[in-house]
Nanobody, 115 residues
Framework: QVQLVESGGGLVQAGGSLRLSCAASGSIFSMYGWYRQAPGKKRELVARITSGVSTNYADSVKGRFTISRDNAKNTVYLQMNSLKPEDTAVYYC???????????WGQGTQVTVSS
């Protein structure tokens, strides 16, 4: 059974930092991604990392957020610096499972940035 367990969300002031973690289990995972969804908006890609550790980022977070992975722990991280109120959203982890060729979602973690 595949599970993605996210942690690290919370309330932070503008300019602050948070680090999100997503621990994956139950499959072999190649690509990971972090997405976010703000109230009344569509879910959007924030950052993605491949098995070859190639990364890409949404323009809105470039230079502020960093995605990384620890393959030994099947864990992906999102380091978020210089946070802005517009970063407020529920952040979701996504992982591509190689065994059944499909994507999986975590339950989401709330990030709130106060001005």
């Amino acid at each position: 059974q595949v599970q993605l367990v996210e942690s690290g969300g919370g309330l932070v002031q503008a300019g602050g930092s948070l680090r999100l973690s997503c621990a994956a289990s139950g499959s072999i995972f190649s690509m990971y991604g972090w997405y976010r969804q703000a109230p009344g908006k569509k879910r959007e890609l924030v950052a993605r990392i491949t098995s070859g550790v190639s990364t890409n980022y949404a323009d809105s977070v470039k230079g502020r957020f960093t995605i990384s992975r620890d393959n030994a722990k099947n864990t992906v991280y999102l380091q978020m610096n210089s946070l802005k109120p517009e970063d407020t959203a529920v952040y979701y982890c996504n992982a591509w499972g190689n065994l059944d060729a499909r994507g999986y979602w975590g339950q989401g973690t709330q990030v709130t940035v106060s001005s």
